[in-house]
C-alpha cells in the first residue's frame, strides 16, 4: 500500500478568525470538518474548559483558529451556519 504524500499549502497573510459569541460550539461542527489542514481546533485548556454532556461526551467550549496551519481559503467561512467565521487580513 503506497503513502499518500500530503499536499503543501501555501502560507498566507489572510486567517480565519471565530466569533465567539456567535459559534455554537457544536462537537459536530461542520467548520472543522471541512478544513483542509485542519486548523480549526477546540480551545486550549486555559481558556476554557470542556464540559461533559447529558450523554458523557466531551463538549468543547469554542473552537479556535490555528494561525500556523490556516491558509487562507475560506472554505471556513461558507461552511459555517451560525456565521461565526470570517477571513481577516
Do not use: H
Request: charged letters at 30%.
Amino acid at each position: 500500500m503506497k503513502k499518500i504524500k500530503s499536499k503543501k499549502f501555501k502560507k498566507s497573510k489572510k486567517v480565519a478568525v471565530i466569533d465567539q459569541n456567535q459559534c455554537d460550539k457544536s462537537p459536530f461542527c461542520p467548520v472543522k470538518r471541512v478544513c483542509p489542514v485542519g486548523a480549526i481546533i477546540p480551545l486550549k485548556k486555559g481558556e476554557q474548559q470542556k464540559k461533559r454532556s447529558i450523554f458523557g461526551f466531551l463538549i468543547p467550549k469554542g473552537y479556535r483558529v490555528d494561525e500556523e496551519k490556516c491558509t487562507g481559503c475560506g472554505i471556513c467561512v461558507t461552511s459555517c451556519p451560525m456565521q461565526a467565521v470570517s477571513i481577516k487580513a
